[in-house]
């Protein structure tokens, strides 16, 4: 429903309000932070890029199911860590498949964002991980 919510909590037959799904995805989001600094506590010193795409993956499900590449990227090895996070079955069942392409692409950004992390030499603003679920929204 709504931002890709998905659970126990959504009726496949009912429509939701914008407002109901802006309320999930604040959950969601707060979860997945959560998730972050539990699994990456150096989390702020990575790259903008690689953050968002981290956001992205935890919220899609790719990083907890990949111990290894986290295990990686903790101990600073960011090539072998984009290498880790392809070496994956629905990364290789998606190569032929053109409706599953999307899944390629969104898991080479990770891998591109994690290969150009272990050549950057520079810090990087820190990311705020909070998130307030009373954001109000346009």
């Keep these: 429903a709504g931002f890709g919510h998905n659970g126990k909590d959504v009726d496949p037959n009912k429509t939701y309000t914008k407002e109901q799904a802006r309320i999930w995805l604040a959950q969601d989001l707060n979860r997945f932070f959560t998730l972050i600094d539990q699994n990456l ?3 702020s010193s990575y790259s903008p890029k690689l953050q968002t ?3 992205q993956a935890f919220y899609r499900g790719d990083f907890p199911a ?7 990227m903790k101990a600073g090895n960011f090539q072998e860590a984009a290498n880790e996070f392809l070496n994956n079955d629905e990364y290789r069942a998606a190569k032929n498949n053109k409706n599953t392409r999307g899944i390629r692409n ?3 950004a990770v891998a591109n964002a994690l290969k150009a992390e272990s050549s950057s030499t520079t810090k990087s603003p820190k990311f ?3 998130f307030d679920d009373t954001i109000t929204y346009p």
């Design 53 to 55: 795409e981290i956001v």
């Design 41 to 43: 506590p150096q989390f």
């Design 128 to 130: 705020d991980t909070s």
């Design 106 to 108: 969104r898991m080479e």
């Design 66 to 72: 990949s111990k290894n590449t986290i295990a990686l």
